[in-house]
Nanobody, 116 residues
Framework: QVQLAESGGGLVQPGGSLRLSCAAS????????MGWYRQAPGKQRELVAA???????NYGDSVKGRFTISRDNAKNTIYLQMNNLKPEDTAVYYC??????????WGQGTQVTVSS
C-alpha cells in the first residue's frame, strides 16, 4: 500500500510563490512515476505536472513557464515549485503515484488559495 503525504499549500497573494512537497512511503516498486494534479470547485481534476516513464515531464498548458516539477529519488519525494501564482490556480492539489500494472494512488490533497 502506497501512502502519499502532501504539504506546502496555503494562502498566497497573486504573483506570489509556493512550493509543494509529496513524500511517498510503502512503494516498494522499482519503476514508478509521480505527478501533481489539481481540482478546483465545480471542475474536473486536471494535470498540473507529472513525470513520465520515459524520464520526461509533462505540464498542463496553463502552468507552463510558471510551475516546475522536481524530485529527490533518495527521499521518494516530488516537489512543485509554483511561481507567479494567479487566482485561477486556486484548487486542491493532489499528488499521485503510478507503477506499471499497479493501482494508481492518490494523496489526500493540499489546498492552494491565491487571493489578495
Amino acid at each position: 500500500q502506497v501512502q502519499l503525504a502532501e504539504s506546502g499549500g496555503g494562502l498566497v497573494q497573486p504573483g506570489g510563490s509556493l512550493r509543494l512537497s509529496c513524500a511517498a512511503s510503502g512503494s516498494g516498486f522499482s519503476v514508478y512515476v509521480m505527478g501533481w494534479y489539481r481540482q478546483a470547485p465545480g471542475k474536473q481534476r486536471e494535470l498540473v505536472a507529472a513525470f513520465t516513464f520515459s524520464g520526461n515531464s509533462n505540464y498542463g498548458d496553463s502552468v507552463k513557464g510558471r510551475f516546475t516539477i522536481s524530485r529527490d529519488n533518495a527521499k521518494n519525494t516530488i516537489y512543485l515549485q509554483m511561481n507567479n501564482l494567479k487566482p485561477e490556480d486556486t484548487a486542491v492539489y493532489y499528488c499521485n503515484h503510478r507503477a506499471p500494472g499497479r493501482n494508481t494512488y492518490w494523496g489526500q490533497g493540499t489546498q492552494v488559495t491565491v487571493s489578495s
